[in-house]
T-cell receptor
Framework: DAMVIQNPRYQVTQFGKPVTLSCSQTLNHNVMYWYQQKSSQAPKLLFHYYDKDFNNEADTPDNFQSRRPNTSFCFLDIRSPGLGDAAMYLC????????????????FGPGTRLTVT | EDQVTQSPEALRLQEGESSSLNCSYTVSGLRGLFWYRQDPGKGPEFLFTLYSAGEEKEKERLKATLTKKESFLHITAPKPEDSATYLCAVPLTNDYKLSFGAGTTVTVRA
């Protein structure tokens, strides 16, 4: 089955110690998104890639970076995690057509729960 | 400003007690309204897309409907396994990013 995969499912890191979360997809979608979700809140978009084009949200802290080495993989790097970065991190994909039309549904992975000690 | 509002925040139901969740939106030129189900500690699972007023979609005990200003998710004769948070989302005006509501957490007691 085509899907979005996130690894690891649970990650514990120390305050200030860099951490990388990974996402892969077999849907062959051209857009990949990273969201942060805290308890009882809606997912908050951090950034997304449309093919190789990186798009950062204005309020995403500089502490968060992303890489997309190929269509299938995308990484979220947190350079110096703080206690406030403890959250669920969600990867999602969608397929955007060049014309700007097409479906806008996003398909999510299972998430990575990040704990900062 | 594009906005998505869901109500109620929480809904506690007895097994078999049907109810509805509401998602109201303000966006120009709706290009779809999406419903997701999210279980604790997991990512949102896509349920439905609705595109135009009057449209309805069904899946098991869930039925989603759409008007020009809001969508309803009806849960008929719910079971405990329907307990989850239900999120709705719409694409932003002139954008393909999604605006999410805060969700409705449904708890169904046996």
């Amino acid at each position: 089955d085509a899907m979005v995969i996130q690894n690891p499912r649970y990650q514990v890191t120390q305050f200030g110690k860099p951490v990388t979360l990974s996402c892969s997809q077999t849907l062959n979608h051209n857009v990949m998104y990273w969201y942060q979700q805290k308890s009882s809140q809606a997912p908050k978009l951090l950034f997304h890639y449309y093919d190789k084009d990186f798009n950062n949200e204005a309020d995403t802290p500089d502490n968060f970076q992303s890489r997309r080495p190929n269509t299938s993989f995308c990484f979220l790097d947190i350079r110096s995690p703080g206690l406030g970065d403890a959250a669920m991190y969600l990867c999602a994909t969608s397929n955007r057509q060049v014309s700007g039309h097409g479906s806008y549904e996003q398909y999510f992975g299972p998430g990575t729960r990040l704990t900062v000690t | 400003e594009d906005q998505v509002t869901q109500s109620p925040e929480a809904l506690r139901l007895q097994e078999g007690e049907s109810s509805s969740l509401n998602c109201s939106y303000t966006v120009s030129g709706l290009r779809g309204l999406f419903w997701y189900r999210q279980d604790p500690g997991k990512g949102p699972e896509f349920l439905f897309t609705l595109y135009s007023a009057g449209e309805e979609k069904e899946k098991e005990r869930l039925k989603a409907t759409l008007t020009k200003k809001e969508s309803f998710l009806h849960i008929t004769a719910p079971k405990p396994e329907d307990s989850a948070t239900y999120l709705c989302a719409v694409p932003l005006t002139n954008d393909y990013k999604l605006s999410f509501g805060a969700g409705t957490t449904v708890t169904v007691r046996a």
